[in-house]
Nanobody, 125 residues
């Protein structure tokens, strides 16, 4: 399985960006999908995740109400709509796919089997 993240860029505080993560390989609909981010000098952290069919979504408290995850299984793509961006959202954003994640471990890096290369998001104040 290969994951290709795109859509990052430079945006002013309060602005919006939409990230995409296209996948190839095994059936996309069989994967639990997540987005993580890593700021300079910090550990990679959970941002959001979505279940196989899209019926369940999960968010870190820091992005709840501002970010929205969605997926299009026909296009093998997961999206991250980011609104009301803040400078503290600046990071490299990674998409990830899991064969076994669920409602109990979706925020753990170790639950994910495949990772994309990351896309840089920079929010200026």
């Amino acid at each position: 399985v290969q994951l290709q993240a795109s859509g990052g860029g430079l945006v002013q505080a309060g602005g919006s960006l939409r990230l995409s993560c296209a996948t190839s390989g095994r059936s996309f609909s069989s994967y639990f999908m997540g987005w993580f981010r890593q700021a300079p000098g910090k550990e990679r952290e959970f941002v959001t995740a979505i279940s196989w069919g899209g019926g369940s979504t999960y968010y870190a408290d820091s992005v709840k109400g501002r970010f929205t995850i969605s997926r299009d299984n026909a296009k093998n793509t997961v999206y991250l709509q980011m609104n009301s961006l803040k400078p503290e959202d600046t990071a490299v954003y990674y998409c990830a796919a899991s064969c076994s994640a669920g409602g109990y471990n979706y925020s753990r890096l170790s639950a994910y089997d495949y990772w994309g290369q990351g896309t840089q998001v920079t929010v200026s104040s």
